[in-house]
């Protein structure tokens, strides 16, 4: 591997240091974005059987929010349930929101090193072509055979580095991205279900909408 870094050149050094926080960040969102930590199954029907038993209470509120994401969502429903379903809704969409930018995080930055690899990679080609053309003489003749071979090293290395680098991220930043839309969209039919279930509820209530 160090052959490799030495033949390369010093261009492929901010193409190690790309491979290295995709890499990480590739592991780190892998980790992050599993669904039983975003959205874990069954949170909704505990939440709904607590506040049968119960009622909304501060208490839940900050245990909601502290779980997980999906919690974080619910947890704005249940802190306005008792105002109107519009309001119920709109919390609940701004904390949607929130959570969405959250889940999103490092995306761009996945996305910006996957553009820019290739970049990188073709940058070190010109590098290298540079070195080719120096190794020839003013003549064309008496090219220095190890500038020559350097010169071809650094130009390969580079562009297959780059799109090394590249093809993956590229992959799992598309990946990452549709996992976070499926994620929103499951909390946010959660979201809708809860509201559905406690103004259904409240409709169907003794005295509810002025009827005793």
């Known amino acids: 591997m160090l052959e490799i870094i030495r033949a390369a050149g010093w261009p492929i050094i901010p193409l190690l240091f790309a491979s290295i ?8 969102r892998s980790i992050s974005l599993r669904r039983s930590v975003i959205v874990p199954a069954g949170l909704l029907e505990k939440v709904l059987g607590d506040l049968r038993k119960s009622g909304p209470s501060e208490e839940l509120v900050a245990r909601l929010r502290a779980h997980s994401s999906l919690g974080q969502v619910l947890a704005a429903g249940v ?3 008792r105002s109107t379903r519009e309001v119920m809704k709109e919390s609940i969409e701004e904390a949607g929101r929130s959570v969405a930018h959250d889940l ?29 053309f120096g190794a ?25 580095f780059g799109l090394m680098i590249a093809i993956p991220s590229l992959i799992a930043h598309r990946h990452f991205r549709a996992q976070v839309d499926s994620l929103v969209v499951d909390m946010e039919q959660q979201a809708v279900k809860m509201v559905e279930v406690l103004h259904g509820e409240r409709r169907g209530a003794p005295g509810a909408n002025g009827n005793k």
């Open 79 to 81: 802190h306005s349930m």
């Open 21 to 28: 926080i995709a890499l990480a960040l590739i592991i780190e």
């Open 104 to 132: 999103e995080r490092f995306l761009t930055t996945l996305g910006t090193i996957a553009t820019v690899s290739p970049l990188m990679g073709l940058f070190g080609t010109v590098v290298g072509m540079i070195e080719l």
């Open 136 to 160: 020839q003489g003013p003549s064309g003749v008496g090219a220095d055979p190890q500038q020559l071979a350097h010169g071809i090293s650094v130009a390969l290395y580079n562009t297959g």
